[in-house]
């Protein structure tokens, strides 16, 4: 039926109802048939119907010349505009309207009035089509605007260079002031995982001054926070840090050997050192997790049958003495559950 409508509207000799017949049932999953509707419209001659359906199938390029063909400058600026998802064509399609204003209708005035009825085109990307005997009064003030717009903008690079500087001058201070940085570990502190003391070997020391074994630092960060890619690339960096030293002790080792194994060893601290684990990133991403899944496994919380009152305090209170610098407030709640009322004691 629509088909036949079509066929009925084309052999008129005006126009306008195709044209709106085609806007209400031709559209972007409209159920008219779009093919049969240009070959009707072919057929009968009517070409600005022919470039509505043209855009309607996307083809914008080939609806363009076909609005130019028909002289319509109008109807080709709207096919170009409807091109949404390429910048460049959209510039491609509307550089060839005003070369056809610039050479079909000798128009240089109504070309250069395009430049500000698109904000993709520069007075500079029309010039090659003007004649070389152009009169250059009628888009003097279309290159000033141009030049005007180019100064903005080299000022605006400047101040961006400016502010790029400064930034950098602070960074190359900041890094200076990091190689001078240092920090204090007492006598006696203690590694925060295995309490033994610090000094003892190798050792993080974080800003908060929180200090850890490199071993046990590494040990909880693979075990508890760290994801398969980075367990992996530990793995890595370690093996080539050892292969690299066993290396370096066969052949007696120099600057350069130095300096690889200083990178792997930056890259590996990056990973398991890059914040403290009892205050940094590390503790508050554990704060989610449930109890039996952080040191030591479901177990360790697993609460056995009991026979008294007593033995359910007790055990409620070796639980709370061992655990609560995971997880304050949730812990206590789970003891005062198991003590059948609060916990009198807080933790120290």
């Not at 850890?212 to 530990?234: A, N, P, Y």
């Not at 009152?309 to 409620?316: K, T, Y």
Request: negative net charge.
């Amino acid at each position: 039926v629509l088909n036949y409508l079509v066929s009925l509207l084309c052999q008129q000799s005006d126009e306008t109802a195709l044209i709106a017949f085609l806007a209400d049932y031709g559209g972007e999953g409209g159920p008219l048939d779009l093919q049969y509707a240009i070959r009707a419209c072919k057929a009968a001659g009517k070409k600005e119907a022919c470039v509505h359906i043209l855009a309607s199938l996307q083809q914008y390029e080939q609806a363009v010349d076909l609005a130019l063909e028909i002289g319509d400058i109008e109807l080709a600026k709207m096919n170009a505009d409807k091109i949404l998802d390429s910048d460049d064509l959209r510039k491609r399609l509307w550089l060839r309207i005003a070369r056809h204003v610039i050479e079909k209708e000798q128009d240089v005035k109504k070309a250069i009035a395009f430049i500000g009825q698109t904000d993709i085109l520069k007075v500079e990307d029309i010039l090659p089509f003007f004649p070389d005997f152009a009169v250059i009064d009628d888009f003097k003030d279309a290159i000033c605007t141009s030049l005007e717009d180019y100064h903005r903008h080299i000022e605006d690079l400047k101040r961006g260079m400016e502010e790029a500087t400064k930034s950098a001058e602070l960074i190359r201070k900041d890094i200076t002031d990091l190689r001078g940085r240092f920090g204090l570990v007492r006598s006696n502190q203690k590694c925060g995982f295995c309490q033994q003391p610090v000094l003892s070997a190798g050792l993080y020391l974080f800003p908060c001054q929180h200090a850890f074994h490199m071993t046990c630092q590494e040990s909880w960060m693979v075990r508890e926070h760290l994801g398969d890619v980075d367990i992996k690339r530990v793995r890595e960096l370690k093996a080539a840090i050892a292969a690299e030293e066993e290396r370096m002790h066969k052949a007696g080792g120099g600057r350069s050997d130095i300096s690889s194994v200083d990178r792997l060893q930056a890259e590996l601290d990056d990973i398991v050192a890059g914040d403290c684990p009892l205050c940094g990133v590390p503790a508050i991403e554990s704060i989610g997790k449930p109890f039996g899944a952080v040191d030591g496994g479901a177990q360790l919380w697993s609460l056995p049958p009991f026979d008294s009152v007593s033995q359910s305090r007790q055990i409620g209170h070796k639980r709370f003495r061992a655990k609560c610098f995971r997880c304050f407030s949730a812990l206590a709640m789970s003891v005062a559950l198991v003590q059948d009322e609060t916990p009198k004691k807080s933790c120290k």
